[in-house]
């Protein structure tokens, strides 16, 4: 692609956009009358135009029905999330479900998919892994009655450089072998934006016995995954950020559905019960096969409601074309940074397969007051310490006219 640095070009880009016409499905923040140059999709997704509609209905239901809701509509609500949510992660309907939130979901998961013996007890994370993500792991191995200090592998970038090499993940994996029970890796790290090669990773993490899993925090709704495929044991993601389902929305689990007839350990609830006998409140549980089976409680329906929403524009769009846009969005933030690059540094890998839409710069001078700037000049972004703004453009509501504008801002902050 031979990118030009002018609002010209980004406005030719915009025209021939297949999908521009998304932008106008959302809500954008106003700044002095006009859009926020809005690049918070990796924190929270832009709110859909229809979400407010779909909450609405699901509250003049209850308003109308009462309990009678919960039995015509609500008991089998999270099934309108099954196929779509199935077509985002690259899965079949039995092997994902969408329930409680991420963290929770990480424990939930763990539960099954880490089984500590004195023999197999490591699980295997990304070092400057997402905190809650840090906590969850270590608090798992100490529940357990292991020390993460010997309990815990963090994968740790070479000396001098910022991202996680393939072959040394690799190796450290082989390295350790049959200690390892678990590896949970953030399909795309949420610091240094670094999408890694779940493929690869799971099929070496097989090869030594341990089970594979993947935070998708930073995945789900931004790459194209392939979960079945990749034989991945299991994977979590939250909606809020790319899926845009508002905040505090319920996660996304995958489970593989080789395990999806599971009589390991599992914290089991009455929604993971068999829908046919559910209501017959009988003291044996008999879960439901494939990830259903790991639902505790009842799903919370007005987040769910929103859920709907964005899922249905992603359903429309269709992630190809959402990831082939997103190459392209990112490629040109990163083709206009590099020409102020003496003042600030990509640490994110720069070929797209190894990234999502994510740039993180480190701010070589300046760094906070350049991000307070921005802010103050209605740019959304975030800040993370000690010298990293990271943008995230959205394929499916910014366009490469917002890069422009940005980079403009930028460039008289930085350049
Ligand atoms: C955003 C994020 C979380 C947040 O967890 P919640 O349980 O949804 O609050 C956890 N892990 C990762 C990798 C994240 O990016």
Same mark, same amino acid.
């Given at each position: 692609m031979n990118y030009e640095a002018s609002i010209e070009f980004a406005k030719q880009m915009d025209n021939e956009d297949p999908i521009r016409s998304y932008r106008d499905r959302f809500h954008f923040p106003q700044f002095n009358g006009d859009d926020i140059l809005y690049f918070g999709g990796n924190s929270l997704g832009l709110m859909p135009k229809t979400s407010k509609a779909a909450v609405n209905e699901e509250l003049d239901v209850w308003k109308k029905l009462g309990v009678t809701g919960q039995h015509d509509r609500w008991e089998a609500y999270h099934e309108h999330l099954t196929e779509s949510t199935a077509r985002l992660v690259g899965a079949k309907p039995s092997e994902v479900v969408v329930m409680n939130a991420l963290t929770v979901n990480l424990h939930v998961l763990l539960v099954s998919f880490y089984q500590p013996t004195p023999k197999r007890n490591k699980i295997v994370i990304e070092k400057g892994a997402f905190p809650s993500d840090q906590y969850a792991v270590e608090s798992q191995i100490r529940f357990h009655g292991f020390d993460p200090k010997d309990a815990l592998i963090e994968l740790t970038p070479r000396e001098g450089e910022k991202c996680l090499r393939t072959d040394d993940i690799l190796i450290t994996l082989k390295e350790n072998g049959d200690s390892i029970a678990t590896i949970l890796i953030g399909?795309?790290? +949420? +610091?240094?934006g670094q999408a890694f090669e779940m493929e690869k990773i799971t099929k070496v993490g097989h090869e030594i016995g341990a089970y594979v899993g993947f935070d998708l925090a930073h995945g789900a709704g931004n790459l194209l995954l392939n979960l079945h495929d990749w034989d991945v044991d299991f994977a979590a993601w939250c909606t809020y950020k790319y899926i845009c389902a508002g905040p505090g929305s319920p996660g996304g689990v995958f489970i593989h559905e080789r395990h999806g007839s599971w009589d390991g350990p599992r914290f089991a609830g009455w929604w993971g019960h068999d829908k046919e006998t559910r209501f017959n409140m009988g003291p044996n549980f008999i879960p439901i096969t494939g990830a259903e089976g790991w639902q505790i409680s009842n799903a919370p329906v007005l987040s769910m409601a929103c859920l709907r929403s964005s899922m249905s524009i992603f359903d429309e769009a269709g992630m190809p074309a959402i990831r082939k846009k997103s190459e392209m969005l990112t490629g040109y933030l990163e083709f206009l940074i590099k020409t102020i690059h003496d003042k600030i540094e990509v640490i994110t890998p720069l070929d797209p397969h190894e990234r999502g839409n994510q740039l993180s710069l480190v701010m070589k001078e300046n760094g906070k007051d350049i991000f307070n700037k921005l802010g103050e000049k209605g740019v959304v972004c975030d800040w993370r310490e000690p010298d990293v703004i990271r943008i995230a453009p959205s394929p499916?509501?910014?366009?490469y006219t917002d890069i422009y504008c940005f980079f403009e801002i930028l460039k008289s902050l930085a350049g």
């Open positions: 399909g795309v790290n +949420y +610091y240094t499916l509501y910014n366009s």
